[in-house]
């Protein structure tokens, strides 16, 4: 799976290569940067593990590529250009020259993973907005481009930098996009309680990003007596106006993605998978239950295709619920999110006046992705030991590690402040700017805010060079630092950025309060 995964970024660096150099007119051929987006986004952690769709990708793409070469007369001779394969065997093959340590020199080959892990998260924000009807010929430009520069052995370690900055700019740009799509179509987030507990109900569980997905899924139940329930990173959905009118939209099951083997066992109704986080399921029973859509997909699970209007027939999963056995209760009460930019900046002058008068001392940014690892245990011990005059905001999955602790409230400002998914980050960052607007400030980094943020996925990546090319400096990654990055790589980081990894918890805690 990895080797095919190398060969299909291989392909779209061929293809991007074509478009960069030759600049062909491609209005017949819109739908080709909506393939790079979607090809890009399979390769996404634990998106898809299904070796015949990257395999039919991988073909799809090669002749998209060969259509290209037709069309423009190109003499490239690079071989992302020209390389043929045919059989599976043949692309393995093949893959095991092309792949990530094709690239001998180790800093280059560290910047250029970096740049190309941020493109993929860059691409799967893209391919939201895009499914919502919101796209920019700006950002499928840049990543072309991006991706093609990733083949030029002429660049120098400064020059990737300089890429991998830009590379932050266009993920900015591309999550302020999809809070666009998303906030035009569904509404701005508000302040929710979110029901944990269940109903005595056969139920869909939905899991991912895809909000597209979850609407036609949420349209097509109603009034058949089946429940919908979020899971992991689809729990901010019930944050927007426009989800509240279904009846059967009742609540979240579980925890952050990595939990599911143990969750899904337990809510004993389909789940449909709308993009990642896929952990491979330990019975045949629980992977006949799962359904993938979008660029999700497991061998022996049934995928579900949209046709040419975007529209997806969720029949078969919604029969198969009404034959099963409502979902067991794992737990009971209520959570609250939907602390959105335009949430917290209604609430502005509260917050304002709660930091000028000392109440609130410090923000801690704690976004990001959660993980199965113990290590990981250090950011709910990290939320817990927080001084009660501070606020943690969050995004991601992360959250799940301290959301439903008992935290309390600061004169009703809750001391978590769910923004939303992982591209809800975005909020973060505006939120931050409108605070240094308010308070006068020359530089966000003199902003009594720290940000201490668990990475793990690619789309991670993404998130963090955005921040880094906004100027956050000081950014602290953990539980470990990413092992993609070279020790000078990661030392230019430290020396520019201070980037740095996380320590104790006590020492942690005491070197922000002070910082």
Request: aromatic letters at 8%; hydrophobic letters at 40%; one cysteine or more.
């Amino acid at each position: 799976m990895a080797k095919l995964q190398d060969l299909l970024i291989y392909s779209l660096k061929g293809v991007s290569l074509i478009l960069t150099k030759e600049k062909p007119d491609l209005k017949e051929m819109k739908h080709l940067n909506h393939e790079i987006l979607k090809s890009l986004f399979m390769t996404i952690t634990n998106a898809n593990f299904d070796a015949n769709a990257f395999e039919k990708e991988i073909n799809k793409m090669l002749t998209l590529r060969d259509r290209l070469i037709e069309m423009t007369g190109t003499d490239l001779t690079h071989d992302a250009v020209i390389f043929r394969v045919g059989s599976k065997e043949e692309m393995v093959e093949k893959a095991a020259t092309v792949g990530v340590l094709a690239t001998a020199n180790e800093d280059v080959r560290s910047l250029r993973e970096m740049i190309v892990y941020g493109l993929k998260g860059l691409a799967a924000y893209a391919h939201h907005a895009l499914n919502l009807g919101k796209e920019d010929d700006s950002i499928d430009t840049f990543l072309c481009e991006a991706l093609a520069a990733t083949l030029d052995d002429t660049l120098t370690a400064d020059d990737l930098v300089a890429l991998t900055l830009k590379t932050g700019e266009y993920g900015v740009k591309a999550m302020a996009l999809l809070d666009s799509a998303n906030t035009t179509k569904y509404g701005n987030p508000e302040i929710t309680e979110v029901n944990i507990g269940v109903k005595n109900n056969p139920a869909i569980l939905i899991s991912g990003h895809d909000l597209t997905d979850l609407e036609q899924l949420l349209e097509q139940t109603k009034g058949s007596g089946v429940d919908i329930y979020t899971h992991s990173e689809m729990l901010p959905a019930h944050y927007y106006p426009a989800f509240k009118k279904y009846d059967n939209f009742v609540g979240n099951y579980g925890n952050a993605w990595w939990k599911q083997i143990e969750e899904f066992e337990s809510f004993n109704g389909p789940i449909l998978f709308t993009t990642n986080c896929i952990v491979p399921p330990r019975s045949e029973e629980v992977k006949s239950r799962i359904f993938t859509s979008g660029a999700s997909g497991f061998p022996g699970c049934v995928h579900i295709d949209a046709d040419s209007d975007g529209k997806k027939d969720f029949t078969q999963i919604i029969e198969m619920a009404k034959k099963l056995k409502p979902p067991t209760e794992i737990e009971t009460g209520k959570i609250v999110g939907g602390f959105a930019h335009n949430q917290v900046l209604a609430l502005a002058d509260k917050v304002v006046a709660a930091v000028k008068s000392g109440a609130i001392k410090k923000f801690f940014v704690m976004a990001g992705c959660d993980g199965r690892m113990k290590s990981r245990s250090y950011y709910t011990d990290f939320a817990e030991n927080l001084p009660k005059d501070t606020v943690i905001l969050t995004a991601g999955c992360a959250k799940y590690r301290y959301n439903k602790l008992n935290l309390g409230d600061i004169g009703g400002i809750p001391r978590v402040l769910d923004a939303g998914q992982c591209n809800d980050s975005y909020s973060l960052a505006v939120i931050a700017l409108k605070l240094k607007e308010v308070f006068g400030l020359d530089d966000i980094n003199q902003l009594p805010i720290a940000f201490n943020i668990a990475w793990y996925e690619q789309k991670a990546v993404i998130v963090l060079l955005a921040l880094l090319s906004l100027g956050v400096k000081n950014i602290h990654l953990g539980p470990t630092l990413p092992g993609f990055l070279s020790p000078n790589v990661a030392k230019v980081l430290v020396e520019t950025f201070g980037i740095a990894g996380v320590g104790t918890v006590e020492d942690d805690i005491k070197l922000f309060m002070e910082g």
